[in-house]
């Protein structure tokens, strides 16, 4: 029988790793190479919250991070939005998106979608 638990933690190291592989390598890439984008962040905030505890400290900071790291890039889309929501708590969201009321990208600053297209 199966540890679940373990195969979901094994599950998230895995999602980790590749995550900061992709992320270290984007120096490396030439200029028509592909780089991280909105799907790659919202997925990695999907992996986050299906394979960590909720509210756990765990969740908190790879939701943290990967919102953060979304933004930096300007890939933050109405995915990642919705991904981030699915997973965050209230106080997280508050943290992330300050106090706005960001029902939408529109409720956001334009620097962090600025990279999404479409």
Same mark, same amino acid.
Do not use: I
């Given at each position: ?5 373990a195969?979901?933690e094994e ?8 995550y ?8 490396d ?13 919202a ?8 394979l ?10 790879g ?7 979304a &933004?930096?890039?300007g890939?933050?889309? @109405?995915?990642? %939005? +919705?991904a981030l929501?699915?997973?965050? =708590?209230?106080? $997280? *969201?508050? &943290? ?5 009321? @960001?029902r939408? %990208? +529109?409720d956001?600053?334009?620097?962090? =979608?600025?990279? $999404? *297209?479409?």
């Open positions: 029988e199966r540890d679940w638990d195969v979901r599950a998230y190291e895995v999602a980790e790793r590749t900061d592989d992709l992320l270290s390598q984007e120096e890439l030439g200029p028509r190479s592909p780089r991280p984008d909105h799907l790659f962040f997925a990695m905030l999907r992996a986050v919250s299906s960590t505890p909720p509210n756990s400290t765990e969740r908190r900071r939701l943290e991070r990967t919102f953060d790291d &933004r930096d890039r890939c933050v889309s @109405a995915m990642v %939005l +919705g929501r699915e997973g965050a =708590s209230r106080d $997280v *969201l508050e &943290r992330l998106l300050g106090s706005r009321d @960001a939408d %990208l +529109g956001l600053p334009g620097e962090w =979608s600025k990279n $999404v *297209l479409g």
